[in-house]
C-alpha cells in the first residue's frame, strides 16, 4: 500500500462511524447515508495532502456535512441550499402512533429526528460525538455563540416534546 | 429560560469553560435556581440521549470505501527515490541512519501517537476485545497470561465506565495489556505495559483522541479515547485510585 493511502486508513478511517453516525442523522437515510459517506471518504482523500495536521475528526466531518449539503442542492437545483430553507419531510409514521409501543430509545431517536437540521446537527455533534463548541462552530461554519444558543434551543424542545416520559 | 446566565451555565455543564470561568459559573450555579433546573432537566436529557442510536458505519460500507481508496491511489509504483539512493556512494549512510532511527528508544510525542494509532487501528478493524468480559475475575486473569501483566481491570460501571473486555497490543515494542471500556456510545482504552526508564508525553489530543499518561513504578498506564474532557478527566480520576 502507498504511503498515502496508508497514512489517510490509519488517521481518517477509525472515525468513519462518526462520520456515518452524522449522515445517518443528517439525511435520516441508509442509503443517502452510505453514499454520502463514500463520497466525503473520497472528498477527504483526495484534499488529504492540503489537510495539514490538527483534529482530523472534525476536518471529516466537515466534508461529510458539505456532501449532504451538496446532495440537497443538487436534488433542488439550488446553487445555495441553506439549512433553514429545508423541509422536512415527515419521519416514517406518526410519532405519537409509533412511540407508545416504544421504548425510551425509539423515541428518542423519532424525536431527535423531527428537530430542525440546524439543531439536530449541533445536538448529533455535542450529545452522540463529544466534541468540543470549538470544533462544532468549525464543522458547521457558524459562530460559537450560535452553537451555544442553538443547542440550548434544541435541548429545550427535545425536552418539551420529552416530556410526558422522560 | 430568561437567566442571562444560561448559556454559560450550559458551557459549564458541557465542560466548555476554564478554569477562572468554571468557578464563576459555577458559583452562579448554585443561587441560581432557574440554571439549578436547566442543569437538573439537562442532565435527564443526557442520560436519555445515551440510549439513542450512534449509527456505526455498515462492514460493506468500510469495504466499498477501501475499495474506492485503492482504485484512487491507483498502482504502487516502485520507489525511484530508494533505487537512486542505493546506487550512490549514500548507501551505507543511509542505512546507518535507518538503523539509528530504528533503535531510537520512541520519543514522549511518537508515544502519545503509538497510543492514538493503535486505538484507531483496533477501532478500525472492530478487534478492540480479544476477551470479553465485564467481570474483572474473567479480564484480569485474561490479560495476566497473555501480556505477562495484570493490571487492574477493575469495572466502573457504576460511574458510567463499564468494561466490557480486554485485548493485548504492542506499544514501542513492548507488549500491553489493554482494558477495554464502554461510556455510552464511546470506547476507552486503558493500556498498561512495562517501562523502567521511559519518559511519558504530556496529557494531548492526537488523531481526535484524547490521551493520557502516568506511572506506577515499573508500570506505564495510557488512556485514550473520542469522550468528552470532562467524562475523560473523570476516567482518569477513576483508574489511578
Given at each position: 500500500m502507498d504511503d498515502r493511502r496508508h497514512r489517510f486508513e490509519t488517521l481518517a478511517m477509525p472515525h468513519m462511524d462518526a462520520a456515518y453516525n452524522l449522515a445517518r442523522w443528517l439525511t435520516r437515510s441508509p442509503v443517502e447515508a452510505d453514499d454520502i459517506v463514500q463520497d466525503a471518504m473520497l472528498r477527504a482523500f483526495r484534499a488529504f495532502d492540503g489537510f495539514?495536521?490538527?483534529d482530523i475528526k472534525a476536518w471529516l466531518l466537515t466534508i461529510v456535512r458539505n456532501c449532504w449539503l451538496s446532495t440537497i442542492a443538487g436534488s433542488r437545483r439550488r446553487a445555495h441550499a441553506s439549512l433553514e430553507d429545508q423541509e422536512l419531510p415527515a419521519a416514517d409514521a406518526s410519532p405519537e402512533e409509533t412511540a407508545i409501543q416504544a421504548g425510551t430509545q425509539r423515541r428518542m431517536d423519532l424525536l431527535i429526528a423531527q428537530l430542525a437540521p440546524e439543531f439536530r446537527e449541533v445536538l448529533v455533534l455535542r450529545e452522540?460525538?463529544?466534541?468540543?463548541y470549538r470544533e462544532i462552530a468549525e464543522i458547521t461554519g457558524t459562530p460559537i455563540g450560535t452553537v451555544m444558543s442553538r443547542l440550548a434551543r434544541a435541548r429545550t424542545q427535545l425536552r418539551e416534546s420529552a416530556k410526558e416520559f422522560l | 429560560m430568561s437567566c442571562d446566565h444560561i448559556l454559560a451555565t450550559q458551557s459549564y455543564l458541557d465542560g466548555q469553560l476554564n478554569g477562572a470561568e468554571s468557578e464563576v459559573a459555577e458559583r452562579h450555579l448554585q443561587t441560581c435556581a432557574e440554571c439549578q433546573q436547566f442543569a437538573a432537566q439537562t442532565a435527564d436529557l443526557s442520560d436519555a440521549l445515551r440510549q439513542t442510536t450512534r449509527h456505526r458505519a455498515p462492514e460493506f460500507l468500510r469495504a466499498r470505501v477501501r475499495a474506492a481508496l485503492k482504485r484512487e491511489a491507483g498502482p504502487t509504483k516502485v520507489r525511484a527515490f530508494w533505487w537512486g539512493a542505493a546506487s550512490g556512494g549514500g548507501a551505507s549512510a543511509l542505512a546507518a541512519a535507518l538503523a539509528l532511527f530504528l533503535f531510537l528508544p520512541p520519543s514522549a510525542a511518537s508515544l502519545a501517537e503509538a497510543i492514538a494509532d493503535a486505538h484507531a487501528r483496533a477501532l478500525t478493524s472492530g478487534k478492540t476485545i480479544m476477551v470479553a468480559s465485564s467481570n474483572h475475575h474473567v479480564v484480569k486473569p485474561w490479560l495476566a497470561t497473555h501480556a505477562g501483566i495484570s493490571p487492574p481491570?477493575?469495572?466502573?460501571a457504576a460511574q458510567g465506565?463499564?468494561?466490557?473486555g480486554g485485548r493485548i497490543d504492542t506499544i514501542a515494542g513492548a507488549r500491553a495489556a489493554v482494558s477495554v471500556y464502554a461510556h455510552g456510545n464511546h470506547e476507552l482504552d486503558l493500556f498498561t505495559w512495562v517501562d523502567k526508564n521511559g519518559t511519558l508525553p504530556p496529557s494531548t489530543t492526537v488523531h481526535g483522541f484524547r490521551t493520557a499518561f502516568w506511572k506506577e513504578g515499573d508500570l506505564n498506564f495510557a488512556a485514550v479515547s473520542d469522550v468528552d474532557k470532562a467524562a475523560f478527566r473523570k476516567f482518569i480520576a477513576l483508574a489511578r485510585e
Open positions: 495539514r495536521g490538527g452522540m460525538e463529544d466534541l468540543s | 481491570a477493575t469495572d466502573f465506565f463499564v468494561l466490557t
